[in-house]
């Protein structure tokens, strides 16, 4: 199976901060990976996918890059509505499986 | 605009069978170009993928749970189901059904039904 391990876990920020999450691969994925935002109570929304990709409608503040083992979630200029949990998954190979995640706070 | 909603039981007891559908609206379930998946997420923790099926019946199963797990599609219905046996407090979840586009992401997801597990 293919680990994702994600960090920082946890993330204290302030409004306007700029945020990198990572998501490191166990074993090469080539850019077969997606990351959602999940707000509380809330099922999971597509942020990007192909690992740069940006889903339509999400804003040009989120950014991801990578490919192989290694990846980032880029968020330029965080916003109110952006402090949830965020998490990769990689879909190059069954099982599929999801990072731990990480949730982002405000400071 | 693609729909899907959870339908079933939200308290199971210990040793019985977790039953749940998803029922798709707004677009057929034997859409070529997609899968249709069960993700849970345990109460404070990560989403655990669970299984995938195509509208053709093939599956594939998370293999820590694929001795209690079943998959299965009726697209008469429009449905896909869920069935999971043998259940414990462990398996206390919210369960999504959702809509994978092949080697690329979930795109549509259902609202999530939380299970719970107690006698």
């Known amino acids: 199976d293919i680990q994702l391990t994600q960090s920082p876990s946890f993330l204290s920020a302030s409004v306007g901060d700029r945020v990198t999450i990572t998501c490191r691969a166990s074993?090469?994925?080539?850019?077969?990976l997606a990351w959602y935002q999940q707000k509380p109570g809330k099922a999971p929304k597509l942020l990007v996918y192909?690992?740069?990709t940006l889903q339509s409608g999400v804003p040009s503040t989120f950014s991801g890059s990578g490919s192989g083992t290694e990846f980032t979630l880029t968020i330029s200029s965080l916003q109110p509505e952006d402090f949830a949990a965020y998490y990769c998954?990689?879909?190059?190979?069954?099982?599929?499986?999801f990072g731990g995640g990480t949730k982002v706070e405000i400071k | 605009q693609l729909q899907l909603q959870e339908s079933g039981p939200g308290l199971v007891k210990p040793s019985e069978t977790l039953s749940l559908t998803c029922t798709v609206s707004?677009?057929?379930?034997?859409?070529?170009?997609?899968?249709w998946g069960w993700i849970r997420q345990p109460p404070g923790k990560g989403l655990e993928w669970i299984a995938t099926?195509?509208?053709?019946?093939?599956?594939y199963y998370n293999p820590s749970l694929k001795s209690r797990v079943t998959i299965s599609v009726d697209t008469s219905k429009n449905q896909f189901s869920l069935k999971l046996n043998s259940v414990t407090a462990a398996d206390t979840a919210v369960y999504y059904c959702?809509?994978?586009?092949?080697?690329?992401?979930?795109?549509?997801w259902g609202q999530g039904t939380l299970v719970t597990v107690s006698s």
């Open positions: 707004g677009g057929s379930i034997r859409s070529s170009s997609y899968y």
């Open positions: 192909a690992a740069s």
């Open positions: 959702a809509r994978l586009i092949s080697g690329s992401y979930y795109d549509y």
């Open positions: 074993q090469g994925i080539n850019s077969y």
């Open positions: 099926i195509y509208h053709s019946g093939s599956t």
């Open positions: 998954q990689q879909l190059y190979s069954y099982p599929l499986t």
